[in-house]
């Protein structure tokens, strides 16, 4: 399948995962990911290799303006550095897509209308971009309690596994 060309923003979540679960080249059909420095600097500094071994897919960005809403959003969600970076370069493109697992970054999103996809969401994205298999998938699905950080609800976890082996994705 071609790329996608949609601004592409990334918190830290999703590429600590996806590195952690050996899946990060799923992110290839992306043109590039937008990087903000705060995500950088904890990406390197939980997965210190990540970031140069995919050097030619994450672009290293600065928000150039400040937005308002983020701003007035940022105490209601009590988000972070990285959370808010992301937001401000989301809300200078138009139909940017922010990855993030964080539960308050995605309210602040959805609020803000912009897209959000996060760890589990590219999982079963790789299925229908063909970077990876249904059963491949599962396997990795299967994977997330022992193989990660991520924090997620096992009844979440497990009703995504139930639809990716029905098909339902």
Known sequence: MGKTR?????DAGPIIHLDE????DILYDF????VPEAVWREVGHHRPRTLEAFSALFVRASPRIVSPLVTALTPLYTLHRGEQEA???????RDSLLLTDD???RLAAKALGIAAHG?????????RQKT???SEVLAVLRAIPTRTT???RPSLLAEVITEVDAGTD
Request: net charge positive; aromatic share 6%.
């Open 103 to 105: 539960t308050a970054a």
């Open 150 to 152: 991520l924090h997620i």
């Open 6 to 10: 949609a601004f592409v923003v990334a």
């Open 87 to 93: 937001l401000h370069l989301c809300m200078e493109f």
């Open 31 to 34: 043109e590039q990911v937008s």
């Open 119 to 127: 760890t589990l969401g590219l999982l079963v994205r790789a299925i």
């Open 21 to 24: 679960l050996g899946c990060l």
């Open 132 to 134: 990876r298999s249904r």
